[in-house]
């Protein structure tokens, strides 16, 4: 019993390597997998970012009374107008980037809200499956190029 208690061997250089390479890799696995979620919960932030912003978008056209105004003006200048563009100018309360601009009775709107391009398209077309005073509208929020949310609706004009 008392031999027992004299041995002073120690670990081995090899044991304690491989035990830190165990331990690396390890480590190394949970890292990934903590990376891969950060990244997963950033995209999913930015979707969710822009369904927020493409909902917001609607409803400030039916709700809002002034740019609920300038797009019935709009839609209804455009009716009769043969320009494919119309100056951003003439509709400061809808708060446009660029100007618009018409392509076979569609107008493209954009806009930026937070750190997203907003592009609204309404068609002002009659649909005959629809009541007369109806203009579809289709709200693309993009990152980029990239479209990361859509939403649909209809506005009364």
């Known amino acids: 019993m008392f031999h027992s208690l ?24 949970f890292m990934t997998f903590f990376t891969n979620s950060f990244q997963y919960n950033a ?13 917001e978008v609607q ?4 709700v809002n009374a ?3 105004f300038e797009l019935k003006d709009l839609i209804t200048y455009s009716k009769t107008s043969t320009d494919t563009t119309i100056s951003k100018s ?8 660029e100007d618009i601009t018409k392509n076979s009775g569609i107008l493209t709107l954009k806009l930026m ?3 997203f391009n907003v592009e609204v398209l309404v068609d002002t077309n009659n649909d005959p499956n629809l009541h007369s005073s109806l203009a579809k509208i289709h ?3 993009k990152k980029g190029s990239k479209v990361v949310s ?7 004009n």
């Open 139 to 141: 709200v693309k929020v």
């Open 150 to 156: 859509e939403a649909f609706t209809y506005f009364e």
């Open 59 to 62: 409803e400030e056209f039916k």
């Open 43 to 55: 995209v999913s932030s930015d979707k969710m970012k822009a369904t927020n912003i493409a909902r």
């Open 90 to 97: 003439g509709y400061p309360k809808l708060n446009l980037t």
């Open 113 to 115: 809200s937070q750190n």
């Open 6 to 29: 004299k041995n002073e061997n120690g670990l081995t250089l090899i044991e304690l390597l491989t035990s830190i390479v165990i331990l690396s890799i390890i480590l190394l696995s």
């Open 66 to 68: 002034e740019k609920k």
